[in-house]
Each structure stands twice: as structure tokens, then as C-alpha cells.
């Protein structure tokens, strides 16, 4: 049975929450999803029930939620579009790096399975998003090899791999990281770590850059020989 038609967004929003956390390896709880979709824990639960009503989550152990074989296609499906329309903002028409997936949230539930094919070509089928999240094809969704930037030493030198996907909905985190000029595929070099005072300071191009360690658990990076 094929369900997406019948969709609203705010269910696929739902369905693309819960595959994104399943990628970053979360298990997906009540308030958990709450907590990523500013929503209340009522709100979540009668949301999760329709799901669960028309087969696309099921809930385990601890009511953690699962997305069942029709769930999981049909957030593949949202995801992919949503990256897809990400690199088309960016690359094609020049909205901002930090903006770009607030856009693609809007337009992702109106994008046709053909729409979805023409932007994949059109775009050359890359491979991931803006911010270096896999976009998903036929295959499993992996995560590139990486580590959060917070648990580098001191001295390090790093390339940025990708932003999590949870730190995408914080406007202004990903306007601190443009601005700073923390995008996929630049190397830093990690100049101090000071757990005391919560913080990591990066060596750039720019100049330091004094990140939070909380902000630094968003990015994951790779480390640089020499």
C-alpha cells in the first residue's frame, strides 16, 4: 500500500524526525521527539497513535518508537527530498548555508516523486546535503566515519565532515557556524580545550574562533595528517 499521497506534513515531518534520529543512533522517545519538534508530550502521543494506527511506527521496549517497513520508505522519502531541495537552495539559487533548511522544510511536502527525479539529475545525484548529511538513495543511510568535534585534543588538526541534523533546526546555532565559517570541508585546527570553562577554541583562517562545547558536540570531523 502506498500511503505517502495520504500524508498531511506535520505527519511526515513525524516520520522524518524519527528516521533522522535513528540515523545519529538515538532511541526514539515520546519526549525526545517532543523536545525536537517543540511540541508537547500530548501532541506527540496523538500523533505517534495515528501512525501507529495506519502502520508506519511501532513501539518496543520502553515505548521506544520503530519505524515499521512502510514508515521507514516513506521518511526515506521526505529525507531525500529535503536534502535534495537543500542543495538546490544553496547551489542553484544562493540562499544562505544557515537558512536553507528552514526552506527545504517548507517546500519538501509539496515535491512530486518526478519533481524529486529532475532535482536529483538536474543537481548531478549528489551524495549529501549542504551540511554533509547523507542523502539517501536505494541503499542504507551511513553516516561518514567521523567524531564530534568536542572530544578532540588539543593540537589537532581536523577537516569538518557534516552538522548534525538536530542542530540544523537552531537558526541561530547555524548562523554562529557560517559566520565562523564552520561548513563541511574546512580544516581547523583545535588551538584549546578548557572543560572548566565549557569551551573549545578553534584556529582558522579567520583568526580563533571560541566555540562552546555544547555547540562543538554538533560538528563532526575527521582528523588532517601533518
Not at 593540537?155 to 548534525?164: E, T
Not at 585546527?189 to 569551551?199: D, I, K
Request: charged share 25%; with cysteine.
Amino acid at each position: 500500500m502506498t500511503v505517502h499521497n495520504e500524508l498531511t506534513p506535520r505527519a511526515e515531518e513525524y516520520l522524518e524526525a524519527i528516521l533522522n534520529m535513528k540515523i545519529e543512533g538515538k532511541t526514539v522517545q515520546q519526549a525526545r521527539l517532543a523536545e525536537r519538534l517543540r511540541v508537547s508530550a500530548p501532541t506527540v502521543s496523538g500523533a505517534l497513535g495515528r501512525l501507529a494506527r495506519d502502520g508506519l511506527i511501532r513501539f518496543g521496549p520502553g515505548k521506544a518508537v520503530t519505524l515499521t517497513e512502510a514508515g521507514e520508505r516513506e521518511a526515506r522519502t521526505v529525507v531525500r527530498r529535503h536534502r535534495l531541495l537543500e542543495v538546490l537552495l544553496t547551489e542553484v539559487l544562493g540562499v544562505d548555508w544557515a537558512e536553507c533548511h528552514e526552506e527545504a522544510c517548507l517546500l519538501e511536502h509539496a515535491t512530486s516523486e518526478r519533481l524529486e527525479r529532475k532535482l536529483a539529475e538536474r543537481l548531478g545525484n549528489p551524495e549529501s546535503c549542504p551540511h554533509g548529511n547523507p542523502i539517501p538513495g536505494d541503499g542504507e543511510i551511513v553516516l561518514p566515519d567521523a567524531v564530534q568535534l568536542s572530544t578532540v585534543l588539543a593540537g589537532s588538526r581536523v577537516r569538518v565532515v557534516r552538522i548534525s541534523e538536530e542542530a540544523t533546526l537552531d537558526l541561530e546555532l547555524m548562523r554562529l557556524l557560517e559566520r565562523k565559517r564552520i561548513l563541511p570541508g574546512r580544516i581547523v585546527q583545535v588551538r584549546e580545550v578548557a572543560p572548566s570553562a565549557g569551551t573549545i577554541t578553534l584556529q582558522t583562517e579567520e583568526g580563533g574562533v571560541p566555540l562552546g562545547t555544547q555547540v562543538a558536540t554538533s560538528v563532526w570531523v575527521t582528523p588532517v595528517d601533518g
